[in-house]
């Protein structure tokens, strides 16, 4: 069963305080990787899918790496409104009809 | 113009009534999808839909049965509510299987069964 691992549960910085958020993941063959935004009381927002180890996404203050057991999201010089949860998820190969497996996610908190 | 929409945004209900939860794109997508958020907002995928036909039915007590009239519409209904039924469910849409189609998601409906 594909399964994810987000760490850490929750973080804080201080506006400008680069860091990353990791994702690990076990899955029988990857077809991709999801990093999701959740801000409170909405849903999900898509930021970056990411296929093959050794791949990487940019989208503003983000990026997004890939490796083969894990992933990180890398926020620089984080603004207040990047304070959201961040989801990561993966689909396999043996899924199916386009079935994530999502993390439990971050919880980021940019504070001024 | 929203998205992906889904009714109600609150559900208050007793336990062992019946509740329908209604979701609605129009971005012309093929492809809709029901996950479960629950209070530690671990997000699950409960069923998928391609062109109203069932092809994701994850292991979901048969209480929760969607219905997928159009393309545009996927509903659920949840018979006999149990207090563990409470969390917030999100509607999803996509334009096809396509490994590049992402997954565009409605604002949720937040379940609570006293």
């Known amino acids: 069963e594909d399964q994810v691992t987000q760490s850490p549960e929750a973080l804080r910085l201080q506006e400008g305080e680069s860091s990353s958020l990791n994702c690990s993941y076990t899955?029988?063959?990857?077809?991709?990787l999801f990093w999701y935004r959740q801000d409170p009381g909405k849903g999900p927002e898509f930021l970056f899918t990411l296929y093959s180890a050794g791949e990487e996404k940019e989208k503003e203050r983000l990026k997004a790496t890939l490796t083969k057991k894990e992933s990180f999201l890398h926020i620089t010089a984080p603004k207040p409104e990047d304070s959201a949860t961040y989801l990561c998820a993966v689909q396999g190969f043996t899924g199916g009809g386009n079935k994530l497996t999502f993390g439990t996610g971050t919880q980021l908190k940019v504070e001024l | 113009d929203t998205a992906v929409s889904q009714t109600p945004k609150y559900l208050v209900t007793q336990m062992g009534n019946d509740k329908s939860i209604k979701c609605e794109q129009n971005l012309g997508h093929d492809t809709m999808y029901w996950y479960k958020q629950d209070s530690k907002k671990f997000l699950k995928i409960m069923f998928s839909?391609?062109?109203?036909?069932?092809?994701i039915n994850e292991t979901v007590p048969n209480r929760f049965s969607p219905k997928s009239p159009d393309k545009a519409h996927l509903n659920l209904h949840i018979n006999s509510l149990e207090l563990g039924d409470s969390a917030v469910y999100f509607c999803?849409?996509?334009?096809?299987?396509?490994?590049?189609?992402?997954?565009?998601f409605g604002p949720g409906t937040r379940l609570t069964v006293l």
């Open positions: 999803a849409s996509s334009q096809g299987l396509a490994l590049d189609n992402e997954q565009f």
């Open positions: 839909y391609n062109n109203k036909e069932l092809i």
């Open positions: 899955v029988s063959g990857l077809r991709g």
